[in-house]
């Protein structure tokens, strides 16, 4: 399908997803919690094919800093913190999670991936009594044209036109065309 048809599909579906992101922006403003959103997105996230890509289009549009109409996100994908954005173009495979991030355009993300809120996400470490106390979410950059393969990790920075093989854990930054 064309972008231009589905652009008019994503903002009509837009008055079947604004209540979802009314209530999501309503709840962090007054609880500063990603509760209600990230119920939404996992929702959003178990309706199949083109009619469950185009809502979550719709939902993330209206809830994420950045995220475009020409992005496709997978069946059973979602996106876990409202503070993500997502440049032009990018394909998000079935069953990926992606956390406090920024990714470019063109980026390939395949099924099973997980872009983690940096390595503290749960905490600093095994000295800490309580890592829910002391959670650490860091922003991941991934770059233009990079393409991430089947259920690959990815903890750090990824420069620009990267290609991370299937299965691989991303622990520390990546320059750009590696």
């Not at 409202?82 to 956390?99: K, L, P, T, Y």
């Not at 099973?112 to 000295?127: E, F, N, P, T």
């Not at 770059?143 to 903890?155: A, D, K, P, R, T």
Request: charged letters at 15%.
């Amino acid at each position: 399908m064309q972008y231009g048809a589905k652009r008019i599909i994503v903002w009509m579906l837009h008055l079947v997803t604004w209540p979802m992101g009314l209530t999501s922006w309503v709840f962090q403003a007054w609880q500063s919690s990603d509760a209600v959103f990230e119920f939404w997105a996992k929702l959003l996230s178990l309706v199949p094919g083109l009619p469950g890509q185009y809502l979550r289009t719709s939902f993330y549009m209206q809830t994420l800093e950045q995220f475009h109409y020409d992005v496709a996100v997978g069946f059973c994908s979602f996106i876990a913190q409202s503070d993500v954005e997502v440049g032009r173009r990018v394909c998000i495979g079935s069953f990926s999670i992606i956390g406090t991030s920024t990714i470019g355009h063109d980026v390939m993300i395949s099924s099973r991936v997980s872009i983690l809120s940096g390595k503290y996400q749960h905490g600093g470490g095994a000295d800490e009594i309580s890592a829910s106390t002391h959670l650490k979410f860091e922003r991941v950059r991934i770059g233009n044209g990079s393409w991430l393969g089947e259920g690959s990790i990815v903890m750090a920075d990824l420069g620009k036109g990267c290609a991370i093989s299937a299965g691989s854990v991303v622990p520390k930054p990546v320059p750009d065309g590696a």
